[in-house]
């Protein structure tokens, strides 16, 4: 339902932009999140958006990522600057949807690499 896209090797200093695409409404999500899992780390929240547009950061990323939704193509994107190799992980996009109970899904890893 969700699919990850956009990961790859970028350099110290580089930019980069992940995808999120849902396969329907994104706007039945009450947010959307990225998270991301570097090797031997436990998986930690990057930035998160509200239906209603309100947007959150770790603090290691914050000023240098930005999230943002496009409701017409049921995608949210993360674009990353000024990345640097701490940034190195696999990333993560996940929904939540919030009915009668707590939905959570999760889409599948993109790789990104922060090397020179």
């Known amino acids: 339902q969700l699919q990850a896209s956009g990961g790859g090797l970028v350099q110290p200093g580089g930019s980069l932009r992940l995808s999120c695409a849902a396969s329907?409404?994104?706007?039945?999500?009450?947010?959307m999140s990225w998270y991301r899992q570097a090797p031997g780390k436990q998986r930690e929240l990057v930035a998160a958006?509200?239906?209603?547009?309100?947007?959150n950061y770790a603090a290691s990323v914050k000023g240098r990522f930005t999230i943002s939704r496009d409701n017409a193509k049921n995608t949210v994107y993360l674009q990353m600057n000024s990345v640097k190799p701490e940034d190195t992980a696999v990333y993560y996009c996940?929904?939540?949807?919030?009915?009668?109970?707590?939905?959570?899904?999760w889409g599948q890893g993109t790789l990104v690499t922060v090397s020179s």
């Open positions: 329907g409404s994104i706007f039945s999500f009450n947010a």
């Open positions: 996940n929904a939540l949807e919030i009915g009668l109970r707590a939905n959570v899904y």
């Open positions: 958006i509200t239906r209603e547009g309100s947007s």
